[in-house]
């Protein structure tokens, strides 16, 4: 089925409040800007998000909004904000090495429920979850990943939703296609179906349900 067309504002109705939801960039680079300015605007609360850091420009609008309960992600310390909002209770904050965390999307897009990995052993990151040893080494019980809905950036889409990413903007937004029930891109293009070089495409078009342009 192709991917439909809506505006930002049209896109992040279905999203509720407590929702949880993935967002794709490191930093600025791969960022959904138009779909979080969106998602700010329609004014949902209580929301788990799952993105690699809190930049202060693009999901840091949300944390001083107030509309993060929770946030997974690999470094949040970047941020004032975030480290205030937890410092103060308003937040919930969960890290992981970032290697950790691009598996756990992997894993809960491949229908994996968990996994064991030597990172983190022996530091804080690994206080209260299982250890076993393989191979006489240590290796910690990582948890799987999954979104309600991700929020994702690409260079360009066809009509069917098939997506090319720009370099590094590419980042994490592949991995959270799979791990998400819904997925919305938002695109700088969307070309005819059949213009996008094949060896090109990253994402094919089955993981995409909306494409945002404007």
Known sequence: MPAIRKTAE???R???SGSTVMVGGFGLS???LRLIDALERAGVRD???I???IERRSLGKWVQAGMVKKAVGTYFTTNPDVVEAYHDGRIEVELLPQGTFCEAIRAGGSGIPAFYTPTSVGTDLAKGKEIRYFDGRPY???RALRGDVSLIRAHKADELGNLVYYKTARNFNPLMVMASDWVIAEVDE???AGSLDPEAIVTPHVFVDILVTE
């Open 51 to 53: 993105s690699d850091n």
């Open 190 to 192: 969307i070309v005819p």
């Open 47 to 49: 929301l788990t998000v």
């Open 14 to 16: 279905l999203i509720r």
């Open 30 to 32: 791969g960022a959904p």
């Open 140 to 142: 910690v019980l990582e």
């Open 10 to 12: 049209e896109a992040v």
